[in-house]
């Protein structure tokens, strides 16, 4: 059922499980539940999922660089709905935040670059994906 379809109580019941996961993966980091949310094909739970984000953020000082470090994990997958989630997300964090955050930009964009760089390395037949790993 898609997230908009639920009842008001059940959505806000939802989010709160959601922002709980969310805490207790990022305490742990270990993102299972976060991977899905991130990864969901319903537009609102990815996007109750990068607001909690942002909430978390600012409510746990002590949490700051973990959820920077999961922004950074997630930005690698191939899924692109994982990836506009957590641009979604850094902007949340951006919009209080911008000094952490444009740090985080400057990392997508060079990590876009080589990566863009590796698949036409690829395709030309002239790199062995064995070494990706050695780049990034």
Same mark, same amino acid.
């Given at each position: ?19 709980? &996961? ?28 990068? !607001? ?7 409510? %746990? ?10 922004? &950074?994990?997630?930005? !690698? ?10 641009? %979604? ?30 698949? !036409? ?12 790993? %050695?780049?990034?």
């Amino acid at each position: 059922m898609a997230f908009y379809d639920l009842p008001k109580q059940e959505r806000i019941h939802v989010v709160a499980k959601m922002s709980n &996961d969310i805490l207790s993966e990022i305490e742990s980091g270990k993102f299972k539940n976060t991977f899905s949310y991130f990864a969901d094909e319903d537009t609102y739970i990815r996007k109750s999922a990068y !607001l909690s984000i942002g909430r978390l953020y600012f409510s %746990n000082k002590r949490l700051q660089p973990k959820v920077i470090q999961m922004l &950074d994990i997630f930005l !690698l997958q191939d899924d692109f709905k994982i990836r506009q989630t957590v641009i %979604n997300a850094a902007v949340e964090i951006g919009k209080r935040d911008f000094g952490v955050v444009q740090l985080f930009l400057i990392r997508v964009c060079l990590t876009h670059i080589i990566l863009h760089e590796m698949q !036409l390395l690829v395709l030309s037949k002239k790199w062995d994906p064995r070494y990706r790993a %050695n780049c990034l």
